[in-house]
């Protein structure tokens, strides 16, 4: 028998060993649930490294494409006993675009040719900026999330369908966190970012996921 096969049974007896150890433990619990009734009343604040904003246009009426906006900050006011009050307040920093490809992600923020305006954003874009006016529960874990969502200094309303996905206490920090998915779509032309189209879709698809934190 070869030193590789030596190794690879040693390795299958030692787990085999362990396995009971392990077993006897039980298997490790997730922090979070999708249980309504570990939500408390307070404010929260995003966890900007655990939050993130995901797009999506149609590319020459190809295939879909995909883009990500992290670092998202902002407020939710909760009491899970009167959700129509619910406030969110989330920005966006639209400067930490990125995309699969170096090239488009440094289309995304160039300057315009020439002194002309950008094609996208441009190199410095103030961040992107969502307020709620109103939310309505549409099931045990869903809610409609109406707000004005500011974009390239333009502010337009917006609807979100949001889903609670979980809530417990973050094991490293021991903050009560609690988090959600929430998906609309919006036209760029209505915030004047009217490059390619319609070879780039002017429909684009928002998936958003955020973790807030209890403060």
């Known amino acids: 028998m070869n030193r590789i096969a030596l190794a690879a049974s040693a390795a299958v007896l030692a787990l085999s060993a362990a396995a009971p150890a392990l077993f006897a433990q039980g298997a490790p619990q997730l922090p979070g649930v999708q249980d309504p009734s570990r939500v408390t009343a307070g404010t929260y604040a995003a966890d900007p490294g655990h939050s993130l904003i995901a797009f999506e246009v149609n590319h020459f009426g190809f295939n879909d494409y995909f883009g990500l906006f992290g670092d998202v900050a902002g407020t939710l006011v909760l009491d899970p006993a009167n959700i129509a009050a619910a406030k969110v ?82 094991p490293f920090n021991k903050k009560a966190t609690i988090g959600f998915d929430a998906e609309t779509s919006i036209k760029r032309s209505d915030f004047g970012v009217n490059y390619g189209i319609p070879m780039v879709s002017d429909e684009v698809e928002l998936d958003i996921s955020v973790a807030f934190e209890k403060q």
Do not use: Q, Y
């Not at 969502?130 to 109406?146: E, K, P, Y």
């Open 89 to 170: 307040d989330v920005t966006i920093p639209v400067a930490n675009v990125t995309t699969a490809s170096k090239g488009l992600t440094d289309h995304l923020l160039r300057a315009g040719k020439d002194g002309g305006k950008p094609d996208f954003f441009g190199p410095a874009p103030a961040p992107a900026r969502f307020v709620s006016t109103s939310v309505a529960r549409t099931g045990d874990m869903t809610a409609t999330i109406t707000g004005n969502l500011t974009l390239n200094g333009v502010t337009k309303p917006v609807t979100f369908e949001a889903e609670f996905t979980g809530a417990g206490n973050n």
